[in-house]
């Protein structure tokens, strides 16, 4: 009795892999020619379709990863999975032989490719790559700023260092090879020898300040210095003059 139970479900069960294997394969000989065109994508993304069935081992092994793809690329892919089971008028509509199979669409509904079988995320994303259509999150585009305040000052009137007025009997001139560096005062000066972005080697023989006097120019080497703070505020003042009697 137990044998003639189990052959029993065994015919079943073969009648049942049968019928599931005819809906798949008599369709082959009702395959479009040619690559197949469906509806364009309404979003505007490309799309992946995934026909199979719940029962098949290499399409259950297909169902993580269209998940992980549906997730991790929502907004720029579109993932679709069929049952051909369920629906097998889609294995006529998408001229499928074997499941599960993987047709590649542009967001117009052109067929790209397809391929039958097992097919890794990894592959599926570099098959992507191949056909030129970037899955890659697209990186926002740099705006410009709007300044609050329009800067009508001429260039070799604005601190390199700070963006203030640069005051003729305080300026600093630095000649280097991409041109003169223009500085409010000693004070940013001496703020850009201290960074240690550059060599400074022999820049003391490139640099000229203002004479407090009359605002020429003078070698940073021949300048004489007075420093002292300002009596209201008592912020330090440095002033550079062009001899020891005129300081």
């Known amino acids: 009795m137990n044998m003639n ?11 049942v892999v049968a019928i599931t294997a005819i809906l798949v394969f008599k369709n082959a000989g009702h395959r479009p020619q040619g ?20 029962t098949c081992i290499p399409c259950k092994l297909m169902a993580p990863i269209l998940e992980q793809l549906r997730k991790e690329y929502q907004g ?4 679709e999975f069929i049952d051909v089971g369920r629906h097998p008028q889609a294995a006529t509509t998408y001229g499928i032989s074997v499941i599960p199979t993987q047709i590649f669409f542009d967001p117009n509904g052109k067929e790209l490719f397809r391929h039958e079988g097992f097919l890794s995320k990894e592959d599926i994303l570099a098959k992507w790559k191949e056909l030129g259509i970037d899955l890659q999150a697209s990186q926002a585009s740099f705006e410009r700023l709007e ?7 001429p260039k070799d009137r604005i601190c390199f260092m700070c963006d203030g007025d640069v005051n003729d009997r305080a300026a600093v001139a630095i000649q280097t090879e991409k041109g003169l560096v223009r500085l409010c005062g000693l004070h940013c000066y001496f703020i850009m020898y201290s960074c240690p972005t550059e060599d400074k080697t022999g820049i ?9 006097a009359d605002g020429g120019q003078v070698q940073l080497r021949k300048a004489t210095f007075l420093y002292g703070h300002q009596e209201d505020t008592g ?6 003059f062009a001899t020891k009697q005129v300081a």
């Open 204 to 212: 003391e023989d490139r640099v000229t300040v203002a004479d407090w």
């Open 76 to 79: 720029r892919l579109e993932v």
């Open 235 to 240: 912020r330090p003042w440095i002033k550079a």
């Open 5 to 15: 139970k189990m052959a029993r479900t065994l015919i079943v069960g073969g009648i």
């Open 147 to 153: 300044p609050a305040m329009r800067d009508d000052r």
């Open 35 to 54: 690559p197949v065109q469906i509806r364009p994508s309404g979003s505007g993304l490309p799309r992946l379709v995934d026909l199979g069935s719940d």
